[in-house]
Each structure stands twice: as C-alpha cells, then as structure tokens.
C-alpha cells in the first residue's frame, strides 16, 4: 500500500526552481500555488491578521496553516520548517487557530514545501489530508468528527453537516461542499465543490485519513478535475476487502 505520511524523499519529485520562479506549466496547480489570489470573487471575511492581510487577500482559519506546520515539524523538524516560511515568505510567528490569514499563504506554504523537500505539490496536500483526519481534527475536535458517524460512507454523507457545527465555532468559515452520488455497498461517487482552486489531492488525502480512521481499506479515483477544466471534482471512493492497493 502507498505510503502518505510526509517523509524524506517521498513522492514524486518536483521541479526545482529560484525563489519567485513558477513551477509547472501556466494552467498547473503548481502555477497556481503561491501566486493567485483565490478569493477573486465573493466576500472576504472580516478577520484576515496582520499587516500582511491587506496585500493577500481572504482569509483561512490559522488551524489550517498549524497544521501544515505540525505536519513539516512531525516528519522534518524545526529547522525544515523555518527553511519553509522563509521561502513562502511569511513572517508569521505563531499560528493561531481561530484567526484568519490570507488563502494564499497557505499556498504558498504548500508550494514552498514542494521545493525545499523535493515532493510534488499534490503529494503534499494529500499527505496534509491524511495528517488532517489523524491527528488535527482529534486535537480539539474530537467530539465533532465522533458526532460525523461511525463509518466511512456515513462520514461522507455528513461531511456538510459536519462543517456547518464546525461552522459555529468558526464563524467566517467557507466551508467545502459535498455531493455523494451514485451510492452503492461498497463504493460512492463523491462531488466537490469549493471557491478554492487545485485541493483535489487534499481531498483523496482525507478520505484515505478517513479510511484509517474507520479501519477500512478504501480507493479513491478522482474521475473528473477542475484542473482540466471540469466546473468541479469528482472521486470514486470505493472501500471494502478488495479496495485498497
Ligand atoms: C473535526 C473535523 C474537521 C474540522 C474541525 C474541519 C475544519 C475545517 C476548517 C477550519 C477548514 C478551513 C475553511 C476556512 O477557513 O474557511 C476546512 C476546510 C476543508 N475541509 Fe474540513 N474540517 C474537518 C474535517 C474534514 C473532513 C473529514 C473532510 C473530508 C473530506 C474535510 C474537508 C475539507 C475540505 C476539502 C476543506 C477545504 C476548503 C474548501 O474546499 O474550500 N474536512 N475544514
């Protein structure tokens, strides 16, 4: 079985580049990350922190940014993760979970990461998922995800609900939106929609998080992506004896 966790050398390996320089093509996710504004349309929220909210824009819950950090210290140390914010440019001390901080830092987390640990950018939101589901949300919100069900497809099918309780303690979250279709014993087709570009990764990660939460082996295919130009993502999660591998 594929392994997600964060570690030296993982995943495949990402196009090294001098700071400022773009990697991948113009349309690839890794283009995009660090450098596009992600909420160009719609309400910014009124919390984004600091003096750096003004030139990046709408803001993401500070648990998110903590916990990509959490996932760097975990697998690479302190030092790697210095090495990290430096290259994102972020001079953000402390992250604090309650507040706002710009979207794009926490691209630019990602795609500095990318470069400092020589893995693809998708490697890295996947593992993030996966770090997410295990050991993020039960610090704290353990209770949140005990009340989301007892399995993996009852937990896909309460994800929206679940974040809209996650929304009363947070209340200037843009939460994703999901669709389960397609439902049969062992497998769903799992629809996306979200304001934010490039986290299909992010979310295959969850759902193999998911998978390990319940002790279920579980596949997930992304069968259509907006990075190809579809209007949102699409992923069959088939889980089960047989489905992992
Ligand atoms: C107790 C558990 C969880 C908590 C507390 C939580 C909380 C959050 C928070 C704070 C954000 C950032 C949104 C913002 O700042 O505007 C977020 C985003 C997100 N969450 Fe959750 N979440 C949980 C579990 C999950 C699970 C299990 C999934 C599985 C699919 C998931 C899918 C996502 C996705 C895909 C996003 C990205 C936002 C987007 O699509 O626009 N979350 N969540």
Not at 19 to 46: E, F, K, N, W, Y
Not at 50 to 69: I, L, Q, R
């Amino acid at each position: 079985m594929r392994t997600v966790a964060l570690a030296p050398g993982f995943g495949r390996k990402a196009r090294r580049s001098r700071p400022g320089v773009r990697l991948g093509g113009p349309d690839s996710m890794l283009a995009r990350i660090g450098t596009l504004p992600i909420h160009t349309v719609g309400q910014c929220g009124a919390s984004a922190r600091g003096a750096a909210a003004d030139e990046w824009g709408c803001p993401v819950y500070g648990m998110v940014n903590k916990a990509v950090e959490d996932l760097v210290r975990m697998n690479h140390g302190g030092e790697t993760w210095r090495r990290i914010k430096e290259r994102a440019g972020i001079d953000v001390e402390v992250f604090v979970s309650t507040e706002g901080y710009p979207d794009e830092m926490t691209y630019a987390l990602v795609g500095a990461a990318s470069e400092v640990l020589g893995a693809s950018a998708a490697d890295i939101l996947e593992a993030f998922g996966v770090h997410w589901v295990l050991h993020t949300a039960p610090d704290g919100y353990g209770a949140i995800l005990d009340a989301a069900g007892g399995s993996l497809p009852e937990f896909l099918m309460n994800l929206n609900q679940m974040h809209t309780r996650v929304g009363m303690i947070f209340p200037n979250l843009k939460p994703p939106r999901f669709e389960c279709g397609e439902v049969t014993e062992n497998s769903m087709l799992l629809h996306h929609h979200t304001e934010r570009p490039g986290l299909g990764p992010m979310v295959k990660g969850l759902v193999i998080g998911l998978g390990k939460r319940f002790d279920t082996p579980v596949r997930v295919e992304q069968v259509q992506d907006r990075e190809k130009g579809a209007d949102h993502d699409v992923f069959r999660v088939t889980w089960g004896p047989g489905a992992a591998g």
